[in-house]
């Protein structure tokens, strides 16, 4: 079971989560619990790092240091006040490592990638620690692990880091004798390499490091505990009456995860998806709800789309040129220049006159790909590249589109009849994802009318 950073943001939700798990724990179950950050913590860290880096004066460490003490002291004393002394003791340790490296990086004025990892993990070094002393207040046998402790082996990118194959080795040897008269509480989001430096497994991390234990250890389910009720048609705060999916297929998750849909890390699905681990997403403020099921295949329903999903602060560039025309070697030039800059390209699409390709990238990787791609463009691979920045891209996603005639025209149909101008399509040969791009502020209105165009908003 994972809990996410809004399940664990205070002492009531902590409090919650042990509810759940004694519940669970006294039924018989063997549990292992992977946490992130309290609420809002990481996002602090990231903060104080980048402010710490570019201080002039002397950056207020200190003020954050006693911050964090008094927040996760506050919660620690309400869920576990037999344990606090002893956690309190840990905590304090730990805070006084987070105030060394942050007046290290103050000193020399570098914030290097592999300094922010170690000081953004340090949300899920204290959040652990609490959920486990609250297990033990409550009666539950319980211990914190970090994610190098659990065995989890990555390569060394940090930010972004690649889980390697033999963390399931290590993290079998070292979670498996744990379970059943105990439940381990691994701080998720983190891991470290072969030499024990630490990495960080990028955005909802978390996730990415349940599934990998939940695989390692053949669980019989992965449960991702989030803030919503399940996997939606549609995000509820564009679409209101978006329903919960009662089950989707790996593939769907994979594809909405990518376009935007938070309540899963697209790299979650993997792990499961090679052991065929059912994976079941469910609400911690709503336990008694369903939920949503991840699975081979999911139940026939008489819609082919499943749900609809968006993401925004992306950008498109176009890239163009005659020269382009019949020309062997130069999507390899493009995309090669793209990679050596580590620019991640999310859609691409090109005219049948090879004179065109479109890409859509997300924002924070537009300035690097701008660079590459004038790289090209001195070497006289192609002739202009533009870009856009005010654009959305948008998936229509369900594995009943494939071999189902007229989606395609469907979609486009009713965009057009409200006026929407397409800026650029995508279809893998999958034929599970129809992607594509309109200007921003069309955006959330392309999601509500194909969400209508669909019934998506009916039950079955």
Same mark, same amino acid.
């Given at each position: 079971?994972?809990?996410?950073?809004?399940?664990?943001?205070?002492?009531?939700?902590?409090?919650?989560?042990?509810?759940?798990?004694?519940?669970?724990?006294?039924?018989?179950?063997?549990?292992?619990?992977?946490?992130?950050?309290?609420?809002?913590?990481?996002?602090?860290?990231?903060?104080?790092?980048?402010?710490?880096?570019?201080?002039?004066?002397?950056?207020?460490?200190?003020?954050?240091?006693?911050?964090?003490?008094?927040?996760?002291?506050?919660?620690?004393?309400?869920?576990?006040?037999?344990?606090?002394?002893?956690?309190?003791?840990?905590?304090?340790?730990?805070?006084?490592?987070?105030?060394?490296?942050?007046?290290?990086?103050?000193?020399?004025?570098?914030?290097?990638?592999?300094?922010?990892?170690?000081?953004?993990?340090?949300?899920?070094?204290?959040?652990? =620690?609490?959920? &486990?002393?609250?297990?033990?207040? *409550?009666? !539950?046998?319980?211990? $914190?692990?970090?994610?190098? #402790?659990?065995? +989890?082996?990555?390569?060394?990118?940090?930010?972004?880091?690649?889980?390697?194959?033999?963390?399931?080795?290590?993290?079998?040897?070292?979670?498996?004798?744990?379970?059943?008269?105990?439940?381990?509480?691994?701080?998720?989001?983190?891991?470290?390499?072969?030499?024990?430096?630490?990495?960080? =497994?990028?955005? &909802?991390?978390?996730?990415?490091? *349940?599934? !990998?234990?939940?695989? $390692?250890?053949?669980?019989? #389910?992965?449960? +991702?505990?989030?803030?919503?009720?399940?996997?939606?048609?549609?995000?509820?705060?564009?679409?209101?009456?978006?329903?919960?999916?009662?089950?989707?297929?790996?593939?769907?998750?994979?594809?909405?995860?990518?376009?935007?849909?938070?309540?899963?890390?697209?790299?979650?699905?993997?792990?499961?998806?090679?052991?065929?681990?059912?994976?079941?997403?469910?609400?911690?403020?709503?336990?008694?709800?369903?939920?949503?099921?991840?699975?081979?295949?999911?139940?026939?329903?008489?819609?082919?789309?499943?749900?609809?999903?968006?993401?925004?602060?992306?950008?498109?560039?176009?890239?163009?040129?005659?020269?382009?025309?019949?020309?062997?070697?130069?999507?390899?030039?493009?995309?090669?220049?793209?990679?050596?800059?580590?620019?991640?390209?999310?859609?691409?699409?090109?005219?049948?006159?090879?004179?065109?390709?479109?890409?859509?990238?997300?924002?924070?990787?537009?300035?690097?790909?701008?660079?590459?791609?004038?790289?090209v463009l001195k070497k006289g691979y192609i002739q202009e590249v533009g870009h856009d920045r005010n654009v959305v891209a948008v998936a229509v996603v369900g594995v009943g589109m494939a071999g189902s005639p007229?989606?395609?025209?469907?979609?486009?149909?009713?965009?057009?009849?409200?006026?929407?101008?397409?800026?650029?399509?995508?279809?893998?040969?999958?034929?599970?994802?129809?992607?594509?791009?309109?200007?921003?502020?069309?955006?959330?209105?392309?999601?509500?009318?194909?969400?209508?165009?669909?019934?998506?908003?009916?039950?079955?």
């Open positions: 079971m994972k809990f996410g950073g809004t399940s664990v943001g205070d002492q009531d939700c902590i409090g919650r989560v042990v509810e759940i798990l004694k519940h669970y724990y006294t039924a018989g179950n063997e549990l292992c619990v992977v946490v992130s950050a309290m609420s809002g913590v990481t996002d602090q860290l990231h903060a104080i790092a980048a402010e710490v880096e570019g201080a002039r004066d002397e950056p207020p460490i200190d003020v954050f240091i006693v911050s964090m003490r008094a927040r996760h002291g506050k919660v620690l004393q309400a869920v576990a006040p037999g344990e606090y002394d002893i956690v309190m003791r840990i905590i304090n340790e730990r805070l006084e490592n987070l105030r060394n490296i942050l007046t290290a990086v103050d000193n020399l004025r570098e914030l290097t990638p592999r300094s922010r990892d170690y000081i953004i993990s340090f949300g899920e070094r204290l959040s652990a =620690l609490i959920v &486990s002393a609250a297990l033990r207040e *409550a009666g !539950i046998p319980s211990r $914190a692990l970090n994610g190098c #402790e659990a065995g +989890i082996r990555t390569n060394d990118r940090h930010g972004c880091a690649e889980v390697l194959p033999e963390s399931s080795s290590h993290i079998r040897s070292r979670v498996v004798p744990l379970l059943g008269e105990s439940v381990p509480v691994i701080m998720g989001y983190m891991g470290c390499t072969a030499d024990g430096i630490v990495t960080t =497994l990028g955005r &909802s991390g978390s996730d990415y490091s *349940a599934a !990998i234990v939940g695989a $390692a250890i053949d669980a019989d #389910e992965i449960w +991702i505990w989030t803030d919503v009720d399940g996997v939606m048609t549609a995000d509820p705060r564009i679409i209101e009456d978006a329903r919960v999916l009662s089950d989707v297929s790996y593939r769907e998750a994979m594809e909405l995860s990518f376009f935007g849909a938070k309540v899963l890390h697209p790299r979650s699905i993997e792990p499961a998806m090679q052991k065929g681990i059912l994976v079941r997403v469910k609400n911690t403020f709503n336990p008694g709800a369903p939920g949503s099921c991840v699975v081979d295949k999911s139940a026939p329903d008489h819609r082919v789309v499943k749900a609809i999903t968006y993401i925004d602060k992306v950008s498109l560039i176009n890239i163009t040129g005659a020269q382009m025309i019949g020309r062997p070697g130069v999507a390899r030039a493009i995309f090669s220049a793209l990679g050596e800059y580590e620019v991640n390209i999310m859609m691409i699409s090109q005219g049948s006159s090879e004179a065109n390709i479109s890409l859509i990238v997300d924002d924070e990787h537009l300035a690097a790909a701008l660079a590459a791609l004038n790289e007229g989606i395609a025209g469907q979609i486009f149909t009713a965009l057009g009849r409200e006026g929407i101008n397409l800026m650029m399509i995508s279809q893998g040969s999958s034929e599970v994802n129809i992607s594509f791009v309109v200007k921003q502020a069309d955006g959330q209105r392309a999601v509500r009318v194909l969400h209508e165009e669909f019934g998506l908003a009916e039950e079955s």
